[in-house]
C-alpha cells in the first residue's frame, strides 16, 4: 500500500510542477490552483507514507528521483526544453541511486 501511495505522490508533485511552469510565475490562476493543489496532495500523501513504515530516505528519494527525471523528459517531451546527453546521463545517475538505496534498504 506504501508504495501506491507513493505513486500517486510521485504524480500528484510531477503534475503540480509541470502546472507550475505552465502557470507562468502564478499568472494564471487555473494552473496556480493545481500547482497549490498538487502539491498539497503530493506532501499528504508522502506523509501517509511515511507513516505507513517506509523509510524516509528511500521514500523521498524515490519521490523526488522519480519526480526529477519524469520532470526531464516531461519538459523535453512537450515544453520545448532539450534533452542533452548529459541531462540524460544524470538521469540515469538519479535512477542508479535510487535503486541503490532501495536495495541497502532494510525491508
Known amino acids: ?6 505513486a500517486f505522490a510521485i504524480a500528484s508533485e510531477v503534475l ?11 499568472t494564471h490562476l487555473g494552473w496556480s490552483i493545481v500547482v497549490a493543489a498538487g502539491y498539497i496532495t503530493s506532501f499528504a500523501l508522502l506523509a501517509q507514507v511515511l507513516k505507513l513504515q517506509l523509510d ?8 523526488s528521483g522519480a519526480g526529477t527525471a519524469a520532470i526531464a523528459l516531461i519538459g523535453a517531451a512537450f515544453m520545448g526544453e532539450t534533452l542533452t ?5 544524470g538521469i540515469l545517475l538519479i535512477i542508479g541511486g535510487v535503486v541503490v538505496l532501495n536495495l541497502a534498504g532494510g525491508h
Do not use: Q
Open 56 to 63: 524516509v530516505g528511500t521514500a523521498y528519494a524515490v519521490w
Open 16 to 26: 503540480a510542477t509541470s502546472a507550475l511552469k505552465l502557470s507562468n510565475g502564478f
Open 85 to 89: 546527453p548529459l541531462k540524460i546521463g
Open 1 to 6: 500500500m506504501a508504495w501506491l501511495l507513493l
